[in-house]
């Protein structure tokens, strides 16, 4: 069974404050995808990353995809009011007609202003 | 285009109710999905269809059936549900790039169940 753990999993801080959030898994996927939820709305995809060691930048947030294609992290620079939400990794195996995703545990940030 | 619209953006039904939830992507995706989400946790996986065929049920009760009339849209019809049924229902599509296959989400149905 695939499993992907988010740590933290809760987090508050100050505005400008930087943080980083894992999701380690023991499995190998082919894809991972970040996204940020907000109460009573979809989750909104912020990135993909598929190459092993893959750095991706989206403004002041920074996703890095482990060598081994088995964790990922996202780092936030100066957190904003507007980064607070549910952040949620997938990871998408190999194979198969369609690709289930297997989600992280997710990870509820607060930013206080 | 990604867009994933769903209807309606919230429900409210009793016990004995028979409502159906709405989903419409765009051209283009191969597959469609169906989460359940309580609040704070991850979506849960109800229902996939690939090419409008139903691939995959998560062990799903019968009070929930989907069903995809055509290659854009696709139902949740819901009935006798229970109270433990109240969460946000989300509607998903994939597309494939280069061997990457993304999904991307509808806004949801909130239901609440009395």
């Known amino acids: 069974t695939q499993l992907l753990e988010q740590s933290p999993q809760f987090l508050s801080i100050q505005e400008g404050e930087n943080l980083t959030v894992y999701c380690n898994s023991s499995s190998v996927f082919s894809s991972l995808q970040w996204y940020r939820q907000e109460p009573g709305e979809g989750p909104v995809l912020l990135v993909t990353v598929v190459t092993g060691g893959e750095v991706k930048k989206l403004k002041r947030l920074t996703f890095q995809f482990g060598d081994a294609r088995k964790d990922s992290s996202l780092h936030i620079t100066a957190a904003q009011p507007g980064d607070t939400g549910l952040y949620l990794c997938?990871?998408?195996?190999?194979?198969?007609?369609?690709?289930?995703?297997?989600f992280g545990t997710g990870t509820l940030l607060a930013v206080q202003p | 285009d990604t867009e994933v619209t769903q209807t309606p953006k919230h429900l409210v039904m009793g016990m004995t109710n028979k409502k159906s939830l709405k989903c419409e992507k765009h051209m283009g995706h191969r597959a469609m999905y169906w989460y359940k989400q309580k609040a704070k946790k991850p979506p849960e996986l109800m229902f996939v269809?690939?090419?409008?065929?139903?691939?995959i049920n998560e062990s799903v009760r019968s009070r929930f059936s989907p069903e995809c009339p055509n290659s854009s849209l696709l139902n949740l019809h819901l009935h006798a549900l229970q109270p433990e049924d109240s969460a946000l229902y989300l509607c998903?599509?994939?597309?494939?790039?280069?061997?990457?296959?993304?999904?991307?989400f509808g806004p949801g149905t909130r239901l609440l169940v009395l």
């Open positions: 269809y690939s090419y409008e065929k139903l691939s």
């Open positions: 998903a599509s994939s597309q494939v790039r280069a061997v990457m296959e993304t999904q991307y």
């Open positions: 997938a990871g998408a195996g190999y194979g198969g007609a369609t690709n289930k995703l297997i």
